[in-house]
């Protein structure tokens, strides 16, 4: 017999706490798209009468925002304008776009010729996340999450992007906390650089049950216009199907492959 729990008043509606920082997400929301090319930089007084909120709550709103670089302040008028860091996510959003649809016929050919689970990643932060996965057509095979990050310095989607980074950024990455996620896991910064060094002569990453206990993966990176890695495509399966000798069997069509598509996003130069 199936019975409904009794729902007391409180569980009905959301704490006053909890209302009232929803209230002020979607204020926050709203005052973001109340800029426009028209009105590129408003001031307190105007942003208040637009939201219908009073100053105080705009004020503390826009101090939040400037800390998080979503919005700056003009010095010279006390104006307020959008800030570099909302160009950051729309690039980052526009990056993962742009890629996955110029990439997407080249996985599925590279599926049909590997028979293997095929990854699209992309650097977030100083991690990965993937955002394709065309899982094996095999009865055993892996799968990954969407949109779930992963960490750069143990993965082949991770090693082959960040391999190609700014000495800056590789400083950066290998100065955070380095956690091992499998027995095979390598958190040592001088072996991390060395194999950055092996991604940047033969142009791809293996990852050796690194991250994932079980699960081999052979990546390699994707440039676009300018040059510049903006992703990696990886070929990944199952250990007791794939040794370290045969998964580098798949260099090659994931080499041609990520040229392919790196030419597709402009990239004219000698792949290498």
Do not use: W
Request: with cysteine.
């Amino acid at each position: 017999m199936i019975t409904a729990k009794k729902t007391s008043k409180s569980a009905k509606k959301p704490a006053l706490s909890t209302r009232k920082r929803l209230s002020s997400v979607a204020t926050a929301i709203r005052l973001l798209e109340a800029f426009s090319e028209d009105e590129a930089e408003i001031g307190v007084s105007a942003l208040a009468k637009k939201l219908k909120v009073s100053k105080s709550t705009v004020h503390r709103l826009a101090v939040t925002l400037v800390s998080a670089h979503l919005l700056e302040q003009n010095p010279e008028n006390e104006r307020y304008r959008l800030g570099i860091g909302l160009f950051g996510l729309g690039t980052l959003v526009r990056r993962r776009m742009s890629l996955s649809n110029e990439a997407r016929p080249y996985l599925f050919e590279l599926r049909k010729l590997t028979g293997e689970t095929i990854l699209l990643g992309i650097p977030s932060d100083m991690e990965v996340m993937h955002v394709y996965d065309l899982e094996s057509p095999q009865a055993l095979g892996i799968k990954s999450d969407l949109g779930a990050r992963r960490p750069a310095h143990c993965t082949a989607i991770g090693r082959a992007i960040f391999a190609f980074a700014s000495e800056k950024t590789i400083d950066k990455l290998l100065s955070g906390p380095l956690r091992s996620r499998t027995k095979q896991s390598v958190t040592d910064p001088h072996l991390l650089r060395k194999a950055f060094a092996e991604v940047r002569r033969c142009g791809f990453a293996v990852e050796d049950e690194e991250n994932q206990p079980g699960v081999r993966v052979i990546a390699a990176p994707v440039r676009d216009a300018t040059g510049a890695v903006v992703g990696a495509v990886g070929v990944a399966g199952p250990s007791q199907r794939l040794s370290l000798d045969s998964i580098e069997k798949f260099a090659q069509p994931l080499l041609e492959t990520v040229a392919a598509i790196s030419t597709r996003l402009g990239y004219g130069a000698p792949y290498s």
